[in-house]
């Protein structure tokens, strides 16, 4: 079961980045998948997720990024993207893909350190003014 992530790069102030995260083992469809960010010196945090249920999907969002980020799924490429724009320097980060069976995900992520989590090894986001 692994993640990898690629698309990071440097984008100026108000521009979009691209970034996606390729499945190997699992499909997205099994899993609630998402990005988290981590800046330096801060917690990591949830970005954007997507959740199967019930036929349907849903996409959550944290209200840092609602409006301007988007996530998308290519299900048949196993591949999940994150689509941001009017970027922010606040949005610079290293930003990680992450997925977690459905049967683990009550509402909300485990604990981040769990262990229950399968994590990309991340992709780095610079935001220049």
């Known amino acids: 079961v692994q993640l990898v992530e690629s698309g990071g790069g440097v984008a100026h102030v108000g521009g979009s980045l691209n970034l996606s995260c390729t499945a190997s083992?699992?499909?997205?469809?099994?899993?609630?998948a998402g990005w988290f960010r981590q800046a330096p010196g801060l917690e990591r945090e949830g970005v954007a997720h997507?959740?199967?249920?019930?036929?349907?999907?849903?996409?959550r969002y944290s209200n840092s990024v609602n409006d301007r980020f988007h996530v998308s799924t290519n299900d048949a490429q196993s591949t999940m993207y994150l689509h941001m724009t009017r970027l922010k320097p606040e949005d610079a980060g290293v930003y990680y893909c992450?997925?977690?069976?459905?049967?683990?995900?009550?509402?909300?992520?485990?604990?981040?350190?769990?262990?229950?989590?399968?994590w990309g090894k991340g992709t780095l986001v610079t935001v220049s003014s």
């Open positions: 997507r959740i199967h249920g019930d036929g349907h999907r849903f996409l």
């Open positions: 083992g699992f499909t997205f469809g099994t899993h609630v």
């Open positions: 992450a997925a977690v069976e459905h049967s683990l995900y009550n509402g909300e992520w485990p604990d981040l350190s769990s262990g229950l989590i399968t």
